[in-house]
């Protein structure tokens, strides 16, 4: 099932997980991107932002991608058919280099929390895909985080940064 989880404090240190201070973003709508790219950097984050064509090549031209595997953060942004493409375009893109990676999916409105609550069909296709990703190519899967459709961008990347800096590595 799915739970809310109450969004901790953004500002506390976590030194075992402060590996996702740098990667890449993607996001299908530009405006979008912009946003979340402004308020990550803000926090803190000082990765780069792609459009998924380029995904393959800044994944190659990363500094030290022989390290650790890179996180890209996969922003679903588009509330149409093109938001279910996302999560495995994304995959196809990773997977045509040799760099190992760490997908991070978020979605806005793909579960239900609240009963009054709609849910987007297109970003739950976008969930599910994810999900896909998730069992299929599990060393290349980081999480997926669904954030409240309700919010502007800028005000849910407090929620996603605190997730993203205490979500446990392996």
Known sequence: AWVALP???ANRASPANAQMGTGLLVCDQ???RDAVLTSLRAAGWKGEGS???GLS???QSTPNRTAAAIDVLVVVASDDVNAARLPLDALQA???TSVAVR???VTRGAQQLEAQRRVSPWQA????AARVVA???AASFGGLIDLDPDLEWAASVAALWDHLRNAPRG
């Open 103 to 105: 997908l991070w999916f």
């Open 94 to 96: 990773a997977l045509a």
């Open 125 to 128: 296709a976008a969930w599910g």
């Open 51 to 53: 459009t998924l064509v």
């Open 135 to 137: 069992e299929e190519h």
């Open 30 to 32: 530009q405006d979008a």
């Open 57 to 59: 090549a800044a994944l």
């Open 7 to 9: 969004m901790g404090d």
